[in-house]
């Protein structure tokens, strides 16, 4: 292993995190233990002394993240500028975790954890493989969007209503249609609504059923991940009525 090899440009989808490999395996358990792990300790976290410290750490380390990615993609060359889903949701948690305010969680709550969790479930690694910084980082940086807004539902008992909920899913249209714009100026391909990625081209036969059917999932999950946030407590709110 060497410092050239570590942070270039080499690419080998034989070795990389692509769908149904063994590496897919372990992107989706870090998802899963992202999600498990903060249920379980965030309780704990938020009565420590340093939570703020711990908190901005976090934050820091999300900055550093954000950067070394855009630094590594102009290197290759690549055009990069933080417009991804991802990338909105870094930003988001930043100021989730600086601000604790109510009303960036209700947007870093839907692009954080399900933006983080559908990465790691349909990974897009570029080829780069575990020789690579980027193999890591892309671990680190989704699992850390699925923990900073789980962290503050389950610490800090944030909820989003379904009418924010819809909200968000208005401004992620609204934020989408931009987006594809600048796609063709750039001729880049964020928030993968350009064309279809590779990842999944085998599963769409043309673009148009492919974004019918990115809108409808979008909405689906934002649903799902809605419901199963307030399930418990419409159980609890029932049984005390």
């Given at each position: 292993?060497?410092?050239?090899?570590?942070?270039?440009?080499?690419?080998?989808?034989?070795?990389?995190?692509?769908?149904?490999?063994?590496?897919?395996?372990?992107?989706?358990?870090?998802?899963?233990?992202?999600?498990?792990?903060?249920?379980?300790?965030?309780?704990?976290?938020?009565?420590?002394?340093?939570?703020?410290?711990?908190?901005?750490?976090?934050?820091?380390?999300?900055i550093f993240l954000e950067i070394?990615?855009?630094?590594?993609?102009?290197?290759?060359?690549?055009?990069?500028?933080?417009?991804?889903?991802?990338?909105?949701?870094?930003?988001?948690?930043?100021?989730?975790?600086?601000?604790?305010?109510?009303?960036?969680?209700?947007?870093?709550?839907?692009?954080?954890?399900?933006?983080?969790?559908?990465?790691?479930?349909?990974?897009?690694?570029?080829?780069?493989?575990?020789?690579?910084?980027?193999?890591?980082?892309?671990?680190?940086?989704?699992?850390?969007?699925?923990?900073?807004?789980?962290?503050?539902?389950?610490?800090?008992?944030?909820?989003?209503?379904?009418?924010?909920?819809?909200?968000?899913?208005?401004?992620?249209?609204?934020?989408?249609?931009?987006?594809?714009?600048?796609?063709?100026?750039?001729?880049?391909?964020?928030?993968?609504?350009?064309?279809?990625?590779?990842?999944?081209?085998?599963?769409?036969?043309?673009?148009?059923?492919?974004?019918?059917?990115?809108?409808?999932?979008?909405?689906?999950?934002?649903?799902?991940?809605?419901?199963?946030?307030?399930?418990?407590?419409?159980?609890?709110?029932?049984?005390?009525?």
């Amino acid at each position: 292993m060497t410092f050239q090899k570590f942070f270039g440009h080499d690419i080998d989808y034989s070795k990389a995190a692509t769908m149904f490999t063994y590496h897919h395996i372990i992107l989706i358990c870090f998802a899963l233990l992202s999600i498990f792990a903060t249920l379980h300790f965030a309780a704990k976290i938020r009565l420590k002394s340093n939570e703020k410290r711990i908190k901005h750490f976090v934050a820091i380390l999300l900055i550093f993240l954000e950067i070394a990615y855009h630094i590594h993609n102009w290197t290759y060359p690549r055009i990069s500028v933080p417009l991804h889903v991802c990338s909105f949701a870094v930003i988001m948690n930043i100021i989730l975790l600086y601000t604790d305010s109510k009303k960036i969680f209700n947007y870093a709550f839907f692009f954080g954890v399900l933006g983080g969790f559908m990465a790691l479930f349909i990974p897009n690694s570029l080829g780069y493989t575990y020789y690579n910084f980027r193999y890591y980082h892309f671990i680190i940086l989704h699992s850390l969007l699925i923990i900073v807004p789980m962290y503050y539902y389950k610490a800090y008992h944030y909820r989003v209503s379904y009418r924010t909920m819809l909200k968000t899913f208005r401004f992620s249209v609204l934020s989408g249609i931009v987006v594809y714009i600048i796609n063709g100026f750039l001729n880049t391909n964020y928030w993968f609504i350009s064309y279809i990625p590779s990842n999944v081209s085998g599963f769409f036969t043309n673009w148009n059923i492919y974004i019918v059917t990115f809108i409808f999932t979008v909405f689906f999950t934002m649903n799902l991940l809605w419901f199963i946030s307030n399930v418990k407590d419409f159980t609890n709110k029932k049984n005390n009525n």
